[in-house]
């Protein structure tokens, strides 16, 4: 195993307490998972700052870890946090219990819908986010094999430019909420029968009630499909979540942040 490096000051806040890696996600970060901490070590970007002022905004809000440290050590980023309580909502556990599960996800959904806005630091302004993709498809940053299989190709779109046309085409209007930002189920920690953490919280902000509704409909689809964890959950209804939530699902809405996201 390749040495990691650790400043100073977080290895001795951590000791020498094994750790195991986790694999689970698509991130380019290091996941260091200790008995009681949690240290995430990736190359320092945008998100960096905005992460930690989130975490720090939403403490006593919603379960969100507690920032431990945070260092920037030549071009990396460490931060140690606590570790959230649980299980990721995707465990087998839950995967198996898709009622509980989903009553869990709709309930974390609320969770993040009842805290007030008014001093959020962070919009996730929907031109920006608009901006960000076309500066990726101009410089082929898109990666289509990840896409939804509907997405691209016969049927879908020609290419990521054509997706990204229609998407500044068709904005949406807004219900500003608090978003999680990537409310997959490996984002949601669930613990008893309650909600114990949310973690992941770079693109966390006010932005449309639709989005986080959107990203984990489709990871409920993902998940149960067999696209994660490859096996296939059979007879699992995703449309379950909208009776959850007590509301009717907006098709435009979820198809048009699904497709946003696939240019992420």
């Known amino acids: 195993m390749t040495r990691i490096f650790i400043p100073d000051t977080i290895k001795s806040m951590v000791g020498d307490v094994p750790y195991t890696l986790n694999k689970v996600g698509h991130s380019q970060s290091q996941v260091l998972i200790f008995p009681d901490k949690v240290l995430k070590i990736e190359k320092y970007n945008r998100k960096a700052d905005k992460t930690v002022q989130m975490m720090k905004w939403l403490d006593g809000k919603i379960p969100v870890p507690k920032v431990l440290c945070h260092e920037i050590h030549e071009e990396y980023q460490y931060l140690l946090m606590s570790k959230a309580e649980g299980k990721m909502s995707c465990d087998t556990y839950y995967m198996e219990r898709p009622d509980e599960l989903l009553g869990l996800l709709a309930e974390a959904l609320e969770m993040l819908w009842s805290v007030a806005i008014s001093d959020c630091p962070y919009r ?131 198809r048009y942040y699904i497709l946003l996201d696939e240019l992420f």
């Open 124 to 254: 996730c302004n929907l031109d920006i986010e608009l901006e960000e993709a076309r500066y990726r498809v101009e410089n082929g940053l898109v990666d289509t094999e990840c896409a939804q299989p509907e997405t691209f190709g016969k049927g879908g779109f020609a290419s990521p430019k054509e997706l990204l046309d229609w998407l500044e085409s068709n904005k949406p209007p807004i219900e500003p909420v608090l978003s999680h930002g990537d409310f997959c189920l490996p984002n949601i920690f669930l613990n008893n029968g309650s909600v114990s953490g949310f973690i992941d919280l770079g693109d966390a902000g006010i932005a449309d009630k639709w989005k986080d509704i959107s990203l984990c409909y489709r990871s409920l689809k993902n998940n149960f499909g067999g696209i994660f964890g490859g096996k296939v959950y059979k007879d699992f209804d995703p449309n379950i979540l909208f009776e959850k939530l007590d509301i009717k699902p907006n098709r435009e809405k979820l």
